[in-house]
């Protein structure tokens, strides 16, 4: 009699075990697709960006606890603790603390005081390259999340309509190469931080070649592409600011 309460007694508590099932892995990257989608519309970049954000990537590495979260300018990194099968707490060292779900295929970061509720999706292209870590700013860089929008908002082939190679076609790969603008071979959009300070809140680009290069306004509208000589203004003791001055190139998307 007594062997067969222990029996039962045993079967209850690991049922109860079993009842509860174990923490989903979301293990790798996932990026705010619909701040690219909404930039993809072809209209103001930045404008897009703080509609859908302000967080870009998430990169989660659940065997070691760690969640790391980025914008446009900054990097945390948090503990990752289970709170369910699909729902996660993410604490931050002497900040705010976020509450990711999974809701499909979509990883849910929570409203919170300071931050809307945003989505997450794996990236389609996983494989980016090697990404380079070597400096302060590239741990702020999201990666995945950058070639994916660069992707979006200036892929396919433009033609220049105006400016030096008229005529010509250009493409902008998401890795940041660019090809047939005369002396230009490649590019970095700005996605916020001081560059948009330094522009006033106008979009801007870095278009360089080799070592050298240079900040510019641009302005997107649908099929159209307008890149402006970037004019500082500021004394030399201040940050730079940039106004549009002369415009260099006019594109067109094919």
Known sequence: MRKAL?????SIVLGGCASEPAPRDISGIWINQAAIDEAAKGG????????????????????????TWRSSFERDEGTLVPDGSASWKVNFYGGENTDLKLEG???IQAATESFPRQAFVRPAQ????????GTNADLFKSVHFEQALKSAYLGGEWRVLSGAGQGAK??????????????????????????ATMSGGLDSLWLQQG?????????????????????????????PQFYPGKREWALEKL
């Open 6 to 10: 222990v029996l039962s007694l045993l």
């Open 44 to 67: 103001g970049l930045l404008d897009a960006l703080s509609s859908s954000g302000p967080t870009l990537e998430w990169s989660i590495d659940a065997k070691n606890a760690k969640a």
């Open 105 to 107: 295929s979509e990883l």
């Open 211 to 239: 070592e050298m290069g240079a900040a510019h306004i641009f302005v997107r509208k649908g099929r159209t592409l307008e890149i402006f000589e970037a004019v500082d203004v500021s004394a030399p003791d201040e940050m």
């Open 170 to 195: 250009v493409t902008f790969s998401p890795k940041g190469q660019v090809s047939g603008l005369p002396g230009i071979n490649g590019y970095e959009l700005c996605l916020g931080g001081d560059c």
């Open 126 to 133: 996983s494989d980016v390259g090697e990404v380079s870590r």
